[in-house]
């Protein structure tokens, strides 16, 4: 196999944006920590700022996250800053003179995806595309036509084996630890299909609201916004079939699978709630339709899961903030205890991704006393919190590397566009609910006779 050769220089567009400030200076300061950070960075935008002004914001940022201050000034001391016009092709060539002899850039587009094919076009036609890769994150279009759009124009510049397009959700311990849980453990395999299984809950609760972001929330949504991506994303690593082999394109493989073996959504397997409030909030359209929450009910056609349902569950202003996975399994056949019901008996293996991470298996054990009456227990192992900065540095000390095994291929991305694009076209009413409820009442109408909802607790 041919060696991939490591990025040699970090170029990130947008560094004096948001994103720059909240997640890439903190991500890139704990590479440095770790000594996994040995190329020029180099920051581009056009703010009429100087250098010393982006290692200003650069020093801020960390002092925000609370980095050490001897690695604050190692980090801003090896900053390079270059204000210019993407419009611009001076911008490029001065790009093209700081890189020096750097022959496999990595470049970081912080930017709006309506800035791509213009950045994109100046790296090329600079010569600053020659062997590098292009970092972009979600979200990659806003249906299935604009991503295949978006794929369309990264590709006339680069090939799909130099984009990354990152999802921080891919790179959440809690999520590889549940990837690993399934595929490290041989007690799961035979249980871990339709014989066993009677449904499976992913839920993704935020307790707060749109904290400001109005404006960005009416263009997304909840569908847009972490269904189409990271759920769906959860989704396939629960369902996939094991790795044929153990290279990237494996993994990739079989969870592009699952995402094309769900079946076309029901008009009844969707419920859209709003929260009530969500039209005062600034930003926001006096008549808007726009999910703050969505309840969904699908099902992958495969012969691993054929009928089992698979509810999808998201939303804001939920009474707690926590996102879990609940897999439950088949009751028993019947009970030989003399009659006595079993109640509630359903094992379960849950997965809690965040606040903490934990996995728990839920067992019926008896009770102490003569007779045969039993109570519900969990089994559970935990960590400590992992923050999502953890997530960006892992998924960009890979990128950095040219390994491809937690970035979202281009099937995949369309792939879970073809799910959502038809909710997206008929999208149905919106119902109200209150805050700090579970979402609508409306909400019960996905679920199959025998379901009930997991509603996470801390």
Not at 404 to 414: F, I, K, R, T, W
Request: charged residues 20%; glycine residues 8%; hydrophobic residues 40%.
């Amino acid at each position: 196999m041919t060696e991939i050769p490591a990025s040699d220089a970090l170029v990130f567009f947008g560094a004096t944006g948001d994103l720059a400030y909240k997640k890439i200076f903190p991500s890139l300061a704990d590479l440095l920590h770790r000594g996994l950070l040995r190329v020029p960075v180099i920051g581009v935008a056009k703010a009429n700022w100087t250098t010393d002004q982006l290692r200003a914001r650069a020093r801020a940022s960390l002092e925000a996250a609370k980095k050490p201050a001897a690695l604050i000034e190692q980090f801003c001391s090896r900053l390079a800053y270059i204000d210019g016009d993407y419009l611009d092709p001076a911008t490029f060539k001065r790009l093209r003179l700081v890189l020096g002899d750097a022959s496999h850039p990595l470049h970081y587009l912080a930017i709006p995806p309506s800035m791509f094919a213009t950045v994109a076009d100046g790296l090329a036609n600079s010569g600053c595309g020659a062997g590098a890769r292009v970092v972009v994150e979600k979200p990659f279009g806003r249906d299935l036509a604009s991503a295949q759009a978006l794929n369309a124009t990264l590709h006339r510049f680069f090939p799909e084996e130099s984009i990354f397009r990152i999802d921080h959700y891919l790179g959440k311990e809690a999520v590889l630890n549940m990837l690993y849980f399934r595929f490290g453990n041989s007690f799961l395999e035979p249980l871990w299909n339709r014989n066993h299984i009677h449904s499976v809950q992913i839920t993704m609760a935020e307790s707060f609201g749109v904290q400001g972001r109005g404006k960005f929330y009416e263009e997304a949504g909840a569908i847009r916004d972490v269904v189409q991506n990271h759920m769906l994303q959860v989704l396939a690593t629960l369902a996939m079939e094991p790795p044929a082999s153990h290279t990237p394109g494996g993994m990739r493989y079989e969870k592009n699978k699952v995402l094309e073996a769900i079946r076309p959504l029901e008009a009844t397997g969707l419920v859209r709630g709003q929260f009530a409030g969500y039209l005062d909030e600034a930003g926001v359209a006096a008549n808007s339709t726009v999910e703050t929450f969505a309840a969904l009910r699908l099902f992958v056609d495969s012969w691993r899961w054929a009928d089992v349902p698979f509810y999808i569950r998201a939303g804001k202003s939920l009474p707690v903030s926590c996102t879990e996975v609940m897999v439950r399994f088949r009751a028993p056949p019947q009970t030989s205890f003399g009659g006595q019901e079993l109640g509630s008996s359903q094992n379960h293996v849950r997965f809690r991704m965040s606040p903490d991470a934990t996995i728990g298996w839920g067992a019926r054990c008896k009770l102490p006393g003569q007779d045969f009456v039993g109570e519900n227990v969990e089994l559970t192992v935990s960590h400590e919190t992992v923050e999502d900065i953890e997530a960006y540095e892992r998924l960009r000390d890979g990128a950095g590397a040219g390994d491809p095994s937690l970035v979202a291929h281009q099937d995949a991305v369309e792939a879970s566009w073809a799910v959502i694009d038809p909710l997206l076209q008929h999208p149905g009413p919106v119902h109200s609910y209150v805050p700090g409820t579970w979402g609508p009442e409306a909400a019960d109408s996905v679920l199959l006779p025998g379901s009930t909802w997991h509603n996470p607790v801390l």
